[in-house]
């Protein structure tokens, strides 16, 4: 997989859909915490956004490893961190824990208005 970004100041949204996939990643990206990510995948060959000759001997390596049958896979443990759901419910939680109210409360007004 190719991911390309020019900015580390938007959410690598797809980049996590990339990992998911396990498949190794190709990333041409700037420095910064998206980059990071990438690099903590394992599965990725970071290479500078604009250097031609680094993307071309990228694109052989991943040739030749594939040839071998031994391109690195993103774990699943590690694609795990970014399940959009898992994310969504921890958020919930999170908002939850700061409004300080009783669930079984609102859940009982809500039946005992029907």
């Not at 949204?13 to 420095?31: D, H, N, T």
Request: hydrophobic share 40%; with cysteine; proline share 4%.
């Amino acid at each position: 997989l190719w991911y390309v970004n020019d900015n580390d100041t938007q959410s690598p949204g797809k980049l996590y859909e990339y990992f998911a996939a396990g498949a190794p990643i190709m990333a041409s990206v700037v420095e910064g915490y998206t980059k990071q990510q990438i690099l903590e995948s394992q599965a990725a060959f970071c290479v500078p956004l604009l250097d031609v000759a680094a993307h071309e001997t990228t694109l052989l390596h991943l040739l030749k490893l594939h040839d071998a049958g031994t391109l690195p896979r993103v774990s699943s443990e590690f694609a795990e961190r970014f399940e959009r759901l898992k994310l969504t419910g921890e958020l919930a939680r999170q908002l939850e824990s700061m409004m300080d109210f009783d669930r079984g409360e609102i859940i009982r007004v809500q039946e005992n208005a029907r």
